[in-house]
């Protein structure tokens, strides 16, 4: 079965970094966009980072660009979200997603880890 496993949270002081993990299973990792999303607290989910298959194609989501950075490892089914200058309003659960097109809409993703709790202290 289809199983994203995500780690690397955790409570971070505000201008720290974080590396996020993401074990992917089950699919044909190479063939799918994978992507990161978070969801921050009483707010909607959004986009944090995408990255196509062959890590030609990446985009990011409004005020990411430049602090954090996705890549992935096709050799290892793992994609990764290094994070730095935290913020406390980057303070969410961050979840890994995989879906077969390339897209920005988490409603359009097919497969989606149980999220990693990041915490950043001012």
């Known amino acids: 079965q289809v199983q994203l496993v995500e780690s690397g949270g955790g409570l971070v002081q505000a201008g720290g970094h974080l590396r996020l993990s993401c074990a992917a299973s089950?699919?044909?990792?190479?063939?799918?966009?994978m992507a990161w999303f978070r969801q921050p607290p009483g707010k909607e989910r959004e986009v944090v980072a995408v990255i196509d298959w062959g890590s030609i194609g990446i985009n990011y989501g409004d005020s990411f660009n430049g602090r954090f950075t996705i890549s992935r490892d096709n050799s290892k089914n793992m994609v990764y979200l290094q994070m730095n200058n935290l913020k406390p309003e980057d303070t969410a659960i961050y979840y890994c997603?995989?879906?077969?097109?390339?897209?920005?809409?988490?409603?359009?993703?097919?497969?989606w880890g149980q999220g990693t709790q990041v915490t950043v202290s001012s």
């Open positions: 089950g699919f044909t990792f190479g063939h799918y966009c």
């Open positions: 997603a995989a879906n077969s097109e390339h897209t920005l809409n988490p409603k359009k993703y097919e497969f």
